[in-house]
């Protein structure tokens, strides 16, 4: 038996780690520059030299004030990119203010819990698997089931699944939203099985040319959604925006409503020229932040539904019915096959930037991990009432400038994200933001959907086969986005058949998707046609998707720092 000194030799051990990290300035604050990351670089502030910032590693010893300064950072930097989708699906459906905070705030709350299972590390017992990938990589909204909720809804109120009312109006459709969700929770399950394919098997079935085409498509077709926000938004009545009487309503696309996206816009690339190193990696909330003030200040916003919302919510505060809707399943499995290699590309980049190994059984291991856990988050998300979440890494450009890759930080940004999704109030504010702000946001953010899939496709040779494949692909994906419904009258069947009519719902749904089509014809052509090489081309034996960065990153969404897919 033990003796009495030896049991406690650790708790004084603990206790003395504890005064040490509580009660000292070394455990408090550390030896990190603080005034780097908040001095402007003004064009008249000479740059100088600051002494080399200490890198901190995956599970290196962290000052509390640094991991909550970090972890504040790495929230923001996230933010717009976890609110974004929640907003613009509610507005799909037609959800009034609460449902419109309810959404918002069981987003940040669960961003929060789930970026938690990615960041840390379960083996599976028995097995050889691990359910996360145990590196500070973060988990938010995916946007690319936007595209998906833009076709399906309007299918639902024009086939009597959602209300319309005598007028035509179409009504609140919570039923509409529980099959996006339990759709989407079922199709999650697909994620999972290609999880537990090797990763170097889904880059051959997979690569640059495929994953490329679609996120340009995605990009696109989100773009367009993103401008009408800009202009006014896509909901105004009779060419009124918001509507006749509301808070400085206005004609859709008139000056008032460019003018306030213009300068969100002109914000964001001021934070990127001038800005601290701490503004440059939260560029877009800034720019949302200075939209809000100067819309405020001009009487753009609705108080009332801020001053009624609740104090405090969480996920389950509200439920809907969850019933499976046939034709939206294989545009989700497509989302979700674009997420497993989007998952890849985040690891490889999370890794990077953390300077871990590139290659191996470890490195094999945590891609697994990493794609196993988004899986298993996009179906924990549905049973929380929530659409798909996926692997953010624009956060990987806040590490690359604070130089801190240290998994402590990412649990402070779990717990400021459940923090702020707790608090309704603060979900009531970010759904009262007028349109017009949102709009020149988020068209920031989509934009660089689009340009990621080009930066990824400018990394193949670009032979004549793969000019061949995106051109084949970019034809019908470019024009779903231009004509959404060039496919709806080329079914006329009218009977009373209601599963043939829902696999001809499907068959439209897949022809008016954008990426669905095209990342259907770039599969299947980069599949059937060999690579053939010019004169001058060299193979470089590398079929492997490759990383594209880009700023204020979104694709699953995400704003602010390099997105890397």
């Not at 406690?8 to 550390?30: D, E, S």
Request: aromatic share 10%; glycine share 12%.
């Amino acid at each position: 038996m033990p003796s009495l000194e030896t049991a406690v030799k650790p708790l004084q051990f603990h206790y003395y780690r504890f005064k040490n990290k509580v009660a000292t300035r070394r455990g408090l604050f550390g030896n990190y520059d603080y005034k780097y990351l908040f001095t402007p670089q003004l064009p008249y502030m000479a740059k100088k030299a600051g002494r080399k910032q200490p890198f901190f590693g995956l599970n290196s010893e962290m000052p509390i004030f640094l991991g909550f300064l970090l972890g504040l950072q790495h929230a923001l930097a996230m933010l717009a990119g976890v609110i974004t989708p929640p907003i613009l699906v509610s507005l799909s459906a037609n959800f009034g203010d609460e449902l419109q905070q309810y959404l918002v705030g069981a987003s940040l709350v669960a961003s929060g819990l789930l970026s938690m299972i990615q960041i840390t590390r379960f083996r599976i017992p028995k097995t050889p698997y691990y359910i996360g990938s145990g590196i500070l990589s973060v988990v938010g909204t995916s946007f690319g089931v936007l595209p998906l909720v833009e076709k399906v809804l309007p299918m639902m109120y024009e086939t009597g699944y959602c209300p319309v009312d005598a007028s035509g109006k179409q009504l609140e459709c919570p039923d509409g939203y529980g099959a996006v969700v339990a759709t989407s929770t079922l199709c999650a399950l697909w994620e999972i099985a290609l999880s537990l394919v090797p990763p170097r098997y889904l880059k051959k079935l997979f690569p640059s040319v495929v994953t490329g085409t679609v996120l340009i498509t995605m990009g696109a077709s989100l773009l367009k959604a993103g401008f009408q926000d800009a202009l006014g938004g896509s909901g105004c009545v009779d060419g009124i925006c918001p509507y006749e009487g509301g808070p400085m309503a206005g004609q859709y696309g008139s000056a008032r409503f460019i003018g306030l996206a213009f300068l969100v816009y002109v914000t964001i690339v001021l934070c990127e020229k001038w800005g601290a190193p701490i503004m440059k990696s939260c560029g877009v909330i800034i720019g949302l932040l200075v939209g809000c003030i100067v819309a405020a200040a001009c009487g753009y916003f609705d108080r009332s539904s801020i001053d009624s919302a609740r104090a405090f919510s969480f996920p389950w505060v509200k439920t809907f019915r969850l019933r499976v809707y046939g034709p939206a399943v294989i545009p989700f499995l497509v989302v979700y096959t674009l997420l497993v290699m989007e998952t890849l590309g985040d690891m490889n980049a999370s890794m990077e930037v953390a300077r871990l190994e590139l290659e191996g059984p470890l490195y094999e291991s945590r891609l697994q991990g990493g794609v196993t856990a988004d899986g298993v988050n996009g179906l924990v998300a549905g049973l929380m009432t929530l659409t798909p979440m996926s692997t953010f890494a624009q956060n990987n450009g806040v590490v690359a400038i604070t130089r801190c890759a240290n998994r402590a930080v990412g649990y402070w940004a779990c717990v400021i994200l459940i923090v702020m999704g707790i608090f309704t109030k603060f979900a009531a504010a970010l759904t009262s933001i007028p349109k017009p702000v949102l709009g020149g946001m988020t068209c920031f953010l989509f934009t660089s959907v689009l340009v990621s899939g080009l930066k990824i496709i400018s990394s193949i040779p670009f032979t004549r086969r793969d000019r061949f494949v995106l051109t084949a692909a970019l034809l019908p994906g470019i024009g779903c986005v231009m004509i959404p419904t060039w496919f709806d009258n080329v079914f006329t069947y009218s009977g009373n058949n209601r599963a043939l009519q829902g696999f001809l719902n499907a068959i439209t749904l897949v022809m008016e998707s954008s990426y669905c089509l095209a990342g259907f014809v770039a599969t299947i052509l980069n599949l059937v046609l060999p690579q053939e090489f010019d004169d001058g081309d060299e193979d470089d034996g590398d079929d492997d998707v490759h990383c594209g960065e880009y700023e204020y990153g979104a694709g699953s969404g995400g704003v602010g720092g390099t997105r890397t897919l």
